[in-house]
């Protein structure tokens, strides 16, 4: 006897349901393997993983929580675009309005202050795992590297953001922070100047930290987590007891 087609059955039977959803329901082994390495977002975690890594005490998921700060911190950031204009004459009024008259902005605002914070500290924390774990032996010694890079991004990331809000407390941080550059022997005052872009701070410190804190430096950051992702699965996943 033939079944009646359902809507449901119409719908998963159609070309362009078959050409996003590749493979049947995941209700078999090899099913739930083809789901997770055809799709491009589940690809980051490799389909078989070893018991001990799933043990959250070991690394706390203090890369992971890094991670989901920088996401918190790029979603957010990018809906403060839409109001921020990096201009001496307008970014701190922008910042106030943002607060104010926004919808959400004051709670967007604050998302990413936090995020930038917690991010700090989750990479602190979770290079001092890795160091604890002795993690950083080989053949993880690459990645240990990379994480140094990713280290110095985030803090440049956050040095580059303090800026922006253009108050008091943002001028006075990176005078102080752009003198410190200056003090360097031989190439001080060219090293201040790079960073000022100016022998002062003004405009052309705001559009130059502007530019390295919503682009450059977050291409960086996305380009050395996706190495470090991809190193940690060629160095055989998680390292664990020998
Ligand atoms: C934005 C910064 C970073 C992100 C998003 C990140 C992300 C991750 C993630 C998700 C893992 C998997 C294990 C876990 O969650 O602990 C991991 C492992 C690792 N990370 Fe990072 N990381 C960052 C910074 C660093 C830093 C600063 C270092 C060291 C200087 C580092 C060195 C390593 C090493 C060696 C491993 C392999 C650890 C193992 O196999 O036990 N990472 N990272």
């Not at 809507?7 to 349901?17: C, E």
């Not at 890094?66 to 922008?94: I, K």
């Not at 290079?127 to 985030?154: A, C, D, I, Q």
Request: glycine fraction near 8%; proline fraction near 4%.
């Amino acid at each position: 006897m033939r079944r009646e087609q359902t809507l449901a059955d119409r719908i998963t039977g159609s070309a362009v349901w078959r050409s996003v959803v590749r493979h049947g329901y995941p209700d078999t082994q090899r099913n739930q393997a083809l789901i997770i390495a055809s799709n491009v977002f589940l690809h980051i975690h490799p389909v078989k993983i070893k018991r001990y890594a799933t043990k959250v005490t070991y690394t706390f998921c203090l890369g992971g929580l890094s991670f989901f700060m920088f996401l918190v911190l790029t979603m957010t950031g990018v809906l403060l675009m839409f109001y921020y204009v990096p201009s001496t004459d307008q970014a701190y009024q922008n910042m106030r309005d943002i607060e104010s008259s926004v919808t959400f902005g004051q709670l967007m605002r604050n998302m990413h202050r936090w995020s930038a914070q917690g991010m700090v500290i989750a990479v602190f924390l979770h290079m001092s795992r890795v160091f604890f774990t002795g993690s950083y032996k080989p053949p993880r010694e690459f990645n240990w590297v990379v994480g140094v890079l990713l280290l110095v991004v985030t803090f440049l990331l956050s040095f580059t953001g303090y800026l922006l809000p253009w108050d008091q407390l943002a001028f006075w941080a990176i005078t102080v922070g752009t003198e410190i550059g200056g003090a360097a022997p031989l190439l001080g005052d060219r090293v201040a100047f790079l960073l000022r872009g100016d022998y002062q701070i003004g405009q052309s410190t705001l559009i130059r930290f502007y530019t390295l804190h919503v682009i450059f430096l977050p291409l960086v950051a996305a380009f050395l987590m996706a190495v470090h992702f991809w190193r940690i699965r060629k160095d055989g996943g998680i390292s664990g007891p020998l």
